[in-house]
């Protein structure tokens, strides 16, 4: 009797084995968050918009704030991020010295948004000449500055180049420590309202100012449903904010801390191409991206901003665009 109590205690000890490993293999796995890096411009406040509206619920999203594109650069190439909202100097510069990363989408190009703003007393850009000017550190800002310079016949030799991050814009004017700033975003719009003369925008070197949404090949390989989720939430988003501007404006205002009359003001910087557009931009059919691309690259090497050329064509990723549902 205990020969055969001992065979039925070792059969059912086996059996629950069996069902507790069958139920664990059963059940998935939390997934790790696909982490998505953006700054306070305004062209990235639709991924914010998704998440606002519940677009991005029970998906494994995570949008992580940085105060700056310097800083989301340095993420990306930490592996703290997968991915980044990020201008597209700033993914050429990843892409020239590490093989790693596609552009999925094309979140706006700049129309006014980026912009050089100065003292009331400075009457325009040659009015700068040995003045103090706020730059960000990044690709971008130094390209924006020599572009607006090189357009009046000046050179950065003849300013006084003082590095200041985003976060650090609107103190330092309002503070008297620069003269003018190139700045973007909230700052833009404060500094506008306590006075400061707008000298240059990017409204005056048309195209040349993309704003995309890129991730690293690793994601598009091990997280490519969760990609595909949020470039979807995305358009929806952008498309909720061509339906109903003044909400999706309130919402976005309290993330960003300014009005929403503001934001659709700033909204008014820039263009945001849609999903039919996108599809033509990044499958080439509309060679508008490569060309302004290839020219960018070639400003960026010849103001070694970029350590050597690239080919951009090989950085364009069409798949999320092209399976992409509203």
């Avoid at 190139?182 to 070197?205: C, E, H, M, Y």
């Avoid at 090949?217 to 003044?246: H, M």
């Amino acid at each position: 009797m205990l020969w055969i109590k001992f065979v039925k205690y070792l059969i059912f000890s086996i059996v629950t084995s069996i069902l507790a490993i069958a139920i664990t293999n059963c059940t998935t796995a939390p997934s790790s968050p696909l982490r998505i890096g953006a700054n306070l411009w305004t062209g990235y406040e639709t991924l914010y918009l998704a998440r606002d509206l519940g677009y991005y619920d029970q998906q494994p999203i995570k949008l992580v704030d940085y105060p700056s594109g310097t800083e989301e650069v340095r993420a990306y190439r930490n592996n703290e991020i997968e991915g980044a909202g990020l201008s597209i100097d700033q993914a050429l510069s990843i892409a020239a010295t590490q093989d790693n990363i596609k552009i999925i989408t094309i979140m706006d190009v700049s129309h006014g948004g980026d912009v050089i703003l100065g003292k009331p007393e400075i009457a325009n850009i040659k009015a700068l000449k040995g003045k103090r000017v706020g730059v960000e550190s990044t690709a971008l800002g130094a390209f924006f500055i020599s572009r607006a310079l090189e357009k009046n016949g000046m050179s950065v030799k003849d300013i006084q180049i003082v590095s200041l991050e985003l976060t650090e814009h609107e103190r330092a004017y309002k503070q008297g420590k620069v003269d003018a700033v190139v700045t973007f975003g909230p700052a833009r719009i404060k500094l506008l309202a306590a006075g400061a003369k707008l000298l240059f925008d990017s409204s005056q070197i048309p195209g040349e100012i993309v704003d995309i949404l890129a991730v690293n090949k690793e994601a598009i390989t091990n997280s490519s449903d969760t990609i595909q989720s949020l470039v979807n939430g995305r358009f929806r988003a952008l498309d909720y904010l061509e339906k109903n501007p003044q909400d999706a404006a309130s919402r976005i205002a309290k993330r960003t801390q300014v009005t929403p009359e503001q934001i659709l003001n700033a909204f008014k910087g820039l263009r945001q191409p849609n999903l039919q557009e996108n599809q033509k931009l990044l499958d080439k059919s509309d060679p508008a991206l490569v060309n302004s691309m290839r020219k960018l690259v070639q400003i960026m090497v010849e103001n070694k901003l970029l350590p050597k050329a690239i080919d951009p064509v090989n950085l364009l990723d069409d798949r999320f665009i092209k399976n992409a549902k509203l």
